[in-house]
Structure formats: C-alpha cells, structure tokens
C-alpha cells in the first residue's frame, strides 16, 4: 500500500504524460483513513478494468464480471477465515447491518452499545417493531466500549445477540471480540460492525456470527461493496429478509418463493456492483502481499504511536490514554486543552493536517503507508498553537521635556 508520491522525488518531477493525469497517493498529511481512505493503485487498476468490461459488456464480458465477483468473495473468506458461500457482496456496511436486521426475528433482544457508531443502531431501531428482537441499550459506565464483565452483568434470558464495533470509531478500541464471544456463547449471536478494523489490524474474526464491513476506508478499495459475512453455525436462526431474485436458486419459477440460496447469498435482494467487488477485491489482495493484516495492522500501530507522542509533548490529552498497544487498532484522539477545537482542526488543516474533529477531540487515522513526516507536521502545527509568536510594536519615541 505504499503508493505515495512525495515532493522531491522523480516521480513528482517528472512532466506528465498527455492523456489522463497519473495516479497519485494521498498527501503527508493525511491522517483521515477513518473517515475515508483514498483508492490503492491495485484497487484503482481493478476498478478501471471492470468499468471497461462494463462498457463492452459481450457474454464473455459478463462472465469476467461474475467471476471477478466469485474472486472477491474467496479472497474475502480467506481474510475472514471462512468459506466462500459464507460471504456475500452488499452495497455498504449499513446496508448489510439492515439485511442482517432483516433476516433477525424476534422474540428476543439484541444488546447495543450506547457509543455505537449510528450505523449500528438504526438497523435495530428500525426492525424492532417489524418483527425484529427489542433494542437495549448498553451503558458502557462512562466508557465506549464493552467489556466481557459488563456483558456478563447484561445477559438476561431474553438476549439472543450483541451488536458492537470491532474498533471503536472515536477512541480507537479494539473489542476484544473472542473474550465477548465467550461469554455469549454458542446459543447468542455475536454480530460485529468491522469497518473501522478490515485492513487496519488484525481481527478476531473467528469469533464474530456475522461480519459486515464496506471497503472505502481502511481498504482503501472505495464504495460500493461491502463484506457480508453469516456463517453456517448460525444460518438457520436467519431468515432471508432483504433476499431478493438474486438470492433464490431458481429466480425464474413458475412459483415463488422459490427456494434461497445456500449461504450468506440468499440474503441479497439484487446483483453486486461489479466493478465495486473487483476493487474489493484486489484491496484484500494487495492487503495480503503486503504482509497480511498483522503486518499492516504494526505499521499503522507504530505510526499512530509516534503522532500521538507528539500530540503530548505538546500538552494534548489523548482519549483513551491507558490503552495498551494491542487494545487499540489505527485510531487515536486527542485535545488541547485552552485551545479552541475548531482552532486547532483548521491550524492542523493549514498545516497540511487533514483530521477528523468530533465536538472537542481531534482524530488522527493513519495508515501503512504515511511516511514519518507526517508527524513532524503535526508536531510543527501543535507548536504553533501552544508557542505563538509575540510581535511587540516599538513605541514611538517622545522628544525629552
């Protein structure tokens, strides 16, 4: 994923070429993967090719398209240790958030967060009086995220699922996913919102039920398509909500409902976007040549760690501060305290910084690929606002009296 092209080097020297303008990676200073990552060149390339086979679209060319759909989903189980079937193409994490709040009937309750991201309350909210289980809502006791303890504190009879961010979108927090499953156990679903994690750092994926995660952050594979993942364990507690003619083995019956497909597929109400799966895809890919999400997930570790003692030494408070190095994925949050956050957001902005500010707090999202100097900017911009300048004016001198 190291596809940056920094001032200073051939590459940016060199006149450009007539036609198209070359493809070029995001600047220094962009720490915002948790909002959007910026396409990979692989993903790009991927995403072009299909768009040309799009264009044409002969038998041959349809096929290649369906094929490059098949391709994502097996390169998609191997990233999330499961079998193809198991994994389907939606259009964006919300919209398989709500396929799988479809496809689960009550009666029951499903556990929420009170911090979750809204993308991962409104399925819930939505289907509970469409036949969905109720929605109870989990004060995390001043904290974002849930702990196993909690948890076990929250288990009443009537719990039949968990709904939970494997990294939390403000503080960074990696849900310690297999501790959460353990406590759930076989018979309550473990259903896991993995945008903010897919790519950044390695997940525990084993131990989610059901998996959703779109592509345009830290994939870095754009939008359009959306992991979907529903293993077998828990199949037959789901029924196919959302699923459309695209979900059934024989869509063109002479009676309907026909029969769903096996897997994660029956839940689909259309097609994939084609060239959004082919980008996807050669984003899981390119995440396993460059070393796996382990290897990725260092790097971002390593990165993050040197901004956010920048962000110290500069007096900043960092959310979250006694996280340990493997309890958070790529996010971290700071403030200046005396310093206005709308201040600081357009300092760090002026300065080449392109973050995130929620209310207060400031978010840095790194990725493999952001070279060190990211941090000396930063550094640099902080100092500017706890160190000003002073320019005191000469006073005129007055003749003597």
Partial sequence: MNDQIYPGTPEAAAPAAPGPAPARGPMVGYLDYARVGPLSRPAAAALTAATALATRVAPADLDRLFALSDAARTSAARLLDARPHEVALAPSTSNGLFTVAA?????????????????????????????GPAVRLVDPAGQRHITPDLLRRHL???????????????????APLAALKEVLGPGRLLIVDAIQGLGAVALEADAADILVSGGQKWLRAGWGAALLL???????????????????????A?????????????????????????AIGAAIDDLFDQGGPAAIGARIRATLADLLDRARRAGADV????????????????RLPGHDPATVHRTLEAAGLITTRRDEWIRLSPHASTPGAAADLLADALHTLTHPTTHHSQKPICPTT
């Fill in 103 to 131: 496809a689960l009937h009550g009666p029951g309750t499903v556990l929420v967060p009170r911090g979750e991201f809204p993308a991962n309350l409104y399925p819930w909210l939505r289907f509970a009086d469409r036949g």
């Fill in 230 to 252: 529903i293993r077998d364990r828990c199949a037959e507690r789901l029924a196919p909500g959302l699923g459309g003619w695209a979900g059934v083995a024989e869509p063109f």
């Fill in 319 to 334: 959310l979250l501060d006694g996280l340990g190095p493997h309890e958070r994925a790529g996010i971290g949050t700071f």
């Fill in 156 to 174: 009443t009879p009537d719990v039949t699922a968990l709904t939970v961010s494997a990294v939390d979108s403000l503080t960074g927090h990696l």
């Fill in 254 to 278: 002479l009676r309907h409902p026909a029969p769903p497909l096996p897997g994660a597929a029956a839940h689909l109400a259309t097609n994939p976007d084609f060239p959004a799966a082919a």
